[in-house]
């Protein structure tokens, strides 16, 4: 599935061309044109009609990238978006596009004080060791400061519904689109997905894509925190995985148009597709940057819920995803029609 | 029928507004404006934009405040009905502790606290809204998540000052419609722009000047005055005029442009106060209008205020007037720097 080889591929950002060019392929037969701009974004663009709806995906996912690498051989990481430090020790990582298997080191177990176990290692204490034995070593298979390191994860299905795998922070987003592209078509819609770069960086892809398309509504399609977990107050879980895509009330970024957001919720009802609110207020996506563009952009944000998002392994409901895309679908209906005039 | 200032500010005090949710506001903005210019449209962000068409040979000159005020919205419900917030914009929990709050759908509630005995304690997430619902269901047959609710209050005068809910920024908007009243003919394009999510961000003054595109633009909005005790550091008083910002966390003014409006208040005989906030505080529409299209030089006049986000608010009528008179001053100049 789409998904899979979306979440297999990798591309921290500013580093997305893996990505784009599996998206590239991937859709060709389906567009009408196709171009990637001055900072990357791939935009594909499929029917002509009067109003512009862009739908907002990023491209890139949290990681790494090499920072130093020391007399010994080791390798020494800076960190590309926002990680969690107590998820990394001892994480399988790939080095550089080539996918070169490392190891997420930090000092034994049976070296630490009473203290530093019950305290996450500070990220600074961390290497990553590729079996090298010293710089030349490392040097001579192309590691380089700046070459890209990521999470070694391989998507995988657990029964039926629920998948794991990386990136589904924004890879969830990319595939709602690519769904659509493939399987839609609204000839009264100028319809752009735009696959964007740079989001978990500060959202800047989506800012060059809005301003340059100047769409009359936007949709970000994005992966979202999951904690309906062990031990989470109910109140805490910011969204529910298997309850359906989450509609963000309000985030760090941006709040989201009003009637945008009232005709997802209107469709949503009508048509039986499950939603729910994002019942966090923090963190930020594409629509904060998009919102902004020019005289200002109609936009709200439409988010699958991820657990454990931002590790090595997210899970995703593949049922929440499919809703998304039924919403997805019935907003673009709904606009291509008339009954909704962004 | 003609409002004064006065009039007009208990009218848009009382108007339920916040970031986000301007529509009600730019409602009212635009009936008490239209007599008084050629145009008026509202962009896709929610900003009002009020066009007043200079006689010839002026400037195009962008007058903003923003509509919106802070409050909170809804999250989440508890099984006994109560609602649980996160703030919008700079609405803090130890002022929101026993203030009556309505929410968009016109219901009503209170925020209650659960008990802290230090005020280190006192958290949006332990604070609730009580709107008198007993469980659940019957909360979310009133409001929904993602509704907002804001801080009510009765809007008083007391000697020259006026203290209630909402003046940041009706003040400023009550402000600008007493210029677009007052103006007469001049020879600037003036154009009014009411903003929207100036509590947040700030993000809808950009897209106002986006579209505008003015050569320059004065920013209304109000300012803690620092006279009271403990107070913010800023040498600006209630009743003391204007305060011409010359700086803060996001925003550093435009020297020729500041001179200017200095000189135009000295030879009007307007007292100026002078403001300067040390980084990171303070956060104004300047800050996305100066920067927006091919920049804009941007000056920031504001209105002194004590207890800023809170349900009252305090401002001095002295400094509304001259804030006003300073401005049309300003647009009676040739707005040369």
Same mark, same amino acid.
Do not use: Q, S, Y
């Given at each position: 599935m789409l998904l899979e080889r979306l979440s297999n591929a990798c591309g921290i950002s500013g580093r997305e061309d893996e990505v784009r060019d599996l998206l590239k392929q991937e859709l060709a037969p389906y567009a009408d044109d196709m171009w990637t701009d001055a900072i990357g974004n791939l935009i594909v663009r499929k029917g002509n009609g009067p109003v512009k709806v862009m739908l907002d995906a990023h491209m890139d996912e949290v990681g790494f990238v090499v920072g130093a690498i020391t007399s010994e051989g080791y390798i020494k990481l800076k960190k590309i978006g926002g990680l969690d430090d107590r998820v990394l020790p001892g994480r399988q990582v790939w080095v550089t596009q080539k996918r070169i298997p490392g190891v997420l080191g930090a000092k034994a177990w049976h070296l630490t004080t009473a203290e530093e176990r019950g305290k996450a290692i500070p990220f600074d204490q961390m290497y990553v060791e590729i079996g090298c034995k010293n710089r030349e070593e490392v040097e001579a298979l192309g590691v380089e400061l700046g070459e890209p390191v990521y999470f070694a994860t391989t998507f995988e299905r657990f029964g039926e519904k629920v998948v794991k795998g990386k990136a589904f922070d924004d890879r969830a987003g990319c595939t709602i689109i690519a769904t659509i592209l493939e399987q839609f078509s609204y000839p009264g819609l100028t319809l752009y997905g735009a696959f964007v770069t740079q989001e978990e960086v500060g959202l800047r892809g989506a800012r060059v894509a809005a301003y340059n398309l100047n769409p009359d509504v936007a949709l970000a399609l994005e992966g979202t925190g999951s904690a309906n977990a062990v031990g989470v107050d109910p109140a805490d879980t910011i969204s529910n995985m298997g309850e359906g895509p989450a509609l963000t009330l309000m985030d760090g970024s941006a709040i989201p148009n009003l009637r945008v957001w009232e005709e997802l919720v209107r469709l949503a009802a009508a048509n039986g597709i499950p939603y729910q609110f994002r019942?966090?207020?923090?963190g930020g996506t594409d629509s904060g940057g998009i919102a902004l563009q020019r005289a200002g952009i109609p936009v709200c944000t439409v988010a699958v819920p991820c657990r454990y998002?931002?590790?090595?392994a997210a899970m995703l409901n593949l049922d929440d995803l499919n809703a998304a895309v039924a919403l997805v679908n019935q907003f673009l209906l709904s606009v291509e029609k008339g009954d909704f005039r962004p | 029928m003609t409002l004064s200032l006065v009039e007009r500010l208990h009218r848009l005090a009382a108007i339920w507004g916040p970031s986000g949710r301007e529509h009600k506001v730019a409602e009212v903005i635009r009936e008490m404006i239209t007599p008084y210019v050629d145009e008026v449209s509202t962009d896709k962000f929610g900003n009002l934009i009020a066009t007043k068409r200079g006689t010839a040979g002026g400037k195009r000159v962008m007058l903003a405040a923003h509509m919106d005020t802070i409050g909170a919205v809804a999250l989440n419900v508890s099984d006994k009905g109560l609602i649980y917030m996160a703030p919008? &914009? &700079?609405?803090k929990a130890h002022h929101a502790i026993g203030q009556r709050v309505v929410w968009g759908s016109g219901v009503v509630g209170v925020l209650q606290h659960e008990p $802290? /005995? /230090? $005020?280190? /304690?006192?958290d949006f997430r332990k604070l609730w809204c009580d709107i008198g619902a007993t469980s659940k269901e019957e909360a979310l047959e009133n409001i929904r998540l993602g509704d907002m609710c804001v801080m009510t209050g009765e809007l008083q005068q007391m000697g020259d000052a006026m203290v209630g809910p909402a003046l940041d920024d009706r003040a400023g908007c009550a402000v600008l419609l007493e210029v677009a009243e007052h103006l007469g003919a001049c020879a600037h394009d003036v154009v009014f722009a009411f903003t929207c999510q100036g509590e947040i961000g700030p993000r809808g003054a950009g897209a106002a000047a986006w579209s505008i595109d003015p050569a320059l633009a004065f920013v209304i909005d109000v300012a803690s005055a620092g006279d009271v005790p403990k107070g913010p550091r800023v040498d600006v008083k209630l009743g003391g005029g204007p305060a011409l910002k010359l700086k803060d966390g996001s925003y550093m003014a435009h020297q020729g442009l500041t001179d200017m409006v200095r000189q135009v208040a000295m030879d009007g005989v307007i007292p100026v106060q002078t403001e300067i906030v040390a980084s990171p505080g303070g956060h104004n529409d300047a800050q996305v209008v100066a920067v927006a299209g091919q920049g804009v030089a941007t000056a920031v006049i504001d209105i002194p205020a004590r207890y800023r986000g809170t349900a009252a608010e305090m401002v001095h009528v002295r400094d509304l007037h001259a804030t006003a008179d300073l401005l049309m001053r300003l647009l009676g100049s040739p707005l040369e720097y």
């Open positions: 019942r966090i207020v923090g998002i931002h590790t090595n | 919008v &914009g &700079g609405f $802290a /005995d /230090d $005020a280190k /304690d006192v």
